[in-house]
């Protein structure tokens, strides 16, 4: 079948979807955005490609679609994607970054399509193995609260000991009722056994013992392969012809056969804003230079399981380990000889002291160390593989000892994995400049941090790329096919320079972008006031006075429901102590509250005819999806910059400055101007809204950069406000 009719098919089962939807109007906008999805999926060379037998290139084909508020994305990519996918014998993989727009696709948008599609297809929500329980560590845990003895597994972190040593007899046995309660309601099949689905999900100090984890899963050799949620989950994935999975997951499996293999299947990166700062976290690594007793731990363990299967490669392990451990020490001294004084000096900041390595040019005593951790981790890790392997092949022999051999590998695998990120660590902290390297080398970005636990001080160190897009290029956009990118914020300052240089997209012929635009009348739904204040808000003190007495002037005229966006907890915390009596039963503050508790109480006073404010923060600013009454106002502080002291940040400014190029214009303020346009989209999320937006910023219509955030933002019915 060719790519025209391919795409001609596609984009008939859309429009019957959209005619046999009741109620449903057609959108212009969101037919635009099903034809481009049609048309490059359809262009998309599929599966392997043997062009030594004479194939032609595959063809590669990515669009990058921007679509307002409004538009109805996930319809439009959905009803094509999943077409094209079922006449070409492939699959869609949907990558969202929040769980709320995953759990949308899941339970509303995608069974709504199943029914209205002439051809049937199931879908399957994918998650990281985390999310799941592990049966064999729960019945361990079950009965105790704690693992049965120290050698039968390391389910607690070791900086958790003490603070497990302290816990009070009552909570112990409160410990013991829930995991026994877990337990039991698994086996009578009253629970799935995913974390996401208890009535009320455990805190992660609670989770983290009986979750599933890679490092120590022996898979089908495992006792309890055929009770195992996670495994029963990856048998549906098997059978989907659409997965949902989150870009974390996306990018921490690629290679690894969890989710379809991107160059034989159909891919959608919805909220795909998110993708380069996701990209920049996965790639990131850090080492504990302070807590090394898990080494002795993993040491004995590889030499005790390894002599059991007779592997000779453990001969080296003591050396390795003793070396490990001796390493660990000398760089945690010599951090503190070098860096001590600037670490210490911060004691009264909010988080872990840091200190920054300008250039990522590490100091010459930290060199030759950093060499010997790495060499001896690599030495270590190669004894363990050997371990792993004499494992496997040993529970493939002798079935019948499933459970013991289980047992030994999870005991190696449980702590394997710091080892793996302990040689990582030390690998990128030691990328420099090749000799004769020009200007345009990128160094990594390279930081110490201390911090004290208890009377404990832990000194870390940590390095990550600087650049998401030469990550993405490297490791994502050389394995996928066909693929497209859709947010309501792609385009920055008007355009969508900024996001394709962050995405690994910019200057690939592959790529072509497309803006449709909302169905709102933001103009005449819509004012944008800009409130101006006399202070600088560089000026942090005298601008947040200010403003809050112009932020509680304004919110005591609010009638229903309102949103106000804070850059910073002292802000927050401010605007909070300056509330009067009459208005604090009116403000809901974000953390006081657990986040769906607060949002049902913000709406049961909407409902009821009383205002309700949300205080919130960054995470408020996106994805929170309020209509109508329950947000008719969105006040926004202060232009929400990033962080000035955020390490990747500022390593990437340093690298831009020298080689000529201006940080301000390049990075800050296109990063700024998406943050800025999510925060503004809170407002109309209906063709009926109506809504103000109030910026008591200054800076937004007073400075060049100012004009460009603005271009950046629907256009709205600018009110300018002076100072009186």
């Not at 997951?249 to 290679?255: E, N, R, T, V």
């Not at 690298?655 to 101007?673: C, I, K, M, N, Y």
Request: aromatic fraction near 6%; proline fraction near 6%.
């Amino acid at each position: 079948m060719s790519q025209q009719v391919w795409a001609a098919q596609a984009l008939e089962s859309f429009d019957a979807v959209v005619s046999a939807t009741e109620g449903f109007r057609s959108r212009a906008g969101q037919r635009l955005m099903a034809e481009q999805v049609a048309r490059t999926f359809s262009s998309a060379t599929l599966g392997k490609v043997d062009e030594e037998s004479g194939e032609a290139a595959p063809t590669r084909s990515i669009a990058v679609i921007q679509a307002g508020t409004g538009v109805g994305k996930s319809l439009a990519y959905c009803a094509p994607a999943i077409a094209l996918a079922l006449s070409r014998g492939t699959r869609v993989l949907i990558s969202t970054a929040t769980v709320a727009l995953q759990e949308q696709l899941v339970n509303k948008d995608l069974p709504a399509l199943a029914a209205l599609l002439p051809q049937p297809f199931k879908f399957a929500l994918a998650k990281g193995r985390g999310r799941y329980v592990c049966k064999l560590k729960l019945d361990r845990l079950a009965g105790t609260g704690e693992a049965e003895e120290e050698g039968d597994d390391d389910l607690f972190a070791e900086e958790e000991a003490a603070a497990r040593a302290k816990r009070p007899r009552h909570e112990t046995e409160a410990r013991i009722q829930f995991y026994s309660t877990m337990a039991q309601t698994l086996s009578k099949g009253a629970w799935d056994g995913d974390r996401d689905s208890l009535d009320t999900p455990p805190e992660p100090e609670v989770w983290s013992p009986v979750a599933a984890e890679g490092a120590s899963c022996t898979g089908k050799h495992c006792p309890a392969f055929s009770q195992c949620t996670y495994y029963d989950k990856r048998k549906e994935l098997v059978g989907a012809q659409v997965i949902v999975a989150n870009h974390d997951l996306l990018l921490s499996s690629l290679g690894a056969r969890v989710l379809p293999e991107l160059d034989n299947c159909l891919l959608v990166l919805d909220e795909a804003h998110h993708l380069p700062a996701t990209a920049l976290d996965q790639f990131a690594c850090s080492m504990d230079l302070s807590r090394i007793t898990w080494i002795e731990r993993l040491s004995s363990r590889g030499l005790r399981i390894g002599a059991l299967l007779e592997v000779e490669e453990i001969a080296d392990i003591p050396k390795h380990a003793a070396q490990l451990r001796q390493t660990l020490q000398d760089l945690a001294r010599i951090v503190m000889d070098v860096y001590g004084p600037a670490l210490k000096s911060q004691k009264d900041t909010w988080g872990p002291a840091r200190v920054r390595v300008p250039r990522g040019e590490l100091p010459e005593p930290l060199i030759a160390p950093l060499g010997l951790l790495a060499a001896s981790a690599d030495g270590f890790l190669e004894a363990l593989r050997a371990i792993s392997k004499a494992l496997r092949a040993e529970m493939r022999d002798k079935p019948d000892e499933a459970k013991r051999l289980s047992t030994l590998y999870a005991q190696i695998g449980m702590l394997a994995p710091r080892l793996e990120e302990l040689h990582a660590t030390a690998q990128l902290l030691l990328q420099d400049a090749p000799q004769g390297a020009d200007r345009s080398f990128v160094p990594a970005a390279k930081w110490f941090t201390l911090e004290v636990d208890g009377d404990f001080i832990v000194v870390k160190a940590h390095a990550s790329p600087i650049l998401p897009g030469t990550t993405l290029r490297n490791h994502l956009w050389s394995a996928v096919r066909g693929a497209v990118l859709t947010s309501a914020t792609l385009t920055s300052c008007g355009n969508f320079d900024f996001f394709l240089r962050e995405a690994g997209l910019h200057g690939d012929d592959s790529a072509t972008t497309l803006e449709v635009a909302s169905p709102f009348n933001y103009a005449a739904q819509g004012t944008l006031i800009a409130a101006e204040t006399r202070a600088d808000p560089k000026n942090a003190a005298q601008f947040t006075t200010e403003m809050v007495d112009a932020l509680l002037h304004d919110i005591a005229r609010v009638e229903y429901g309102a949103l106000v966006l804070f850059t910073s907890r002292e802000q927050m915390r401010q605007a909070v102590d300056a509330l009067p009596t009459a208005m604090r039963s009116v403000v809901l503050v974000q953390n006081a509250l657990p986040r769906t508790q607060l949002l049902r109480r913000h709406r049961e006073r909407v409902e009821n005819g009383e205002p309700s404010v949300i205080f919130g923060m960054q995470s408020f600013g996106e994805g929170l999806d309020l209509p109508g009454r329950l947000c008719e106002s969105v006040f926004i502080t202060k232009l929400p910059f990033a962080p000035p002291d955020d390490p990747v940040g500022e390593a990437r400014a340093e690298w831009l400055r020298a080689v000529g190029r201006d940080p301000f214009s390049e990075l800050v303020v296109p990063a700024t101007a998406i943050r800025l346009a999510q925060w503004v989209g809170r407002a109309i999320r209906t063709e009926e809204d109506q809504a103000h937006v109030y910026c008591y910023d200054k800076r937004l219509t007073r400075t060049s950069y100012g004009q460009r955030l603005l271009k950046g933002l629907p256009p709205f019915a600018l009110e300018r406000r002076p100072v009186a």
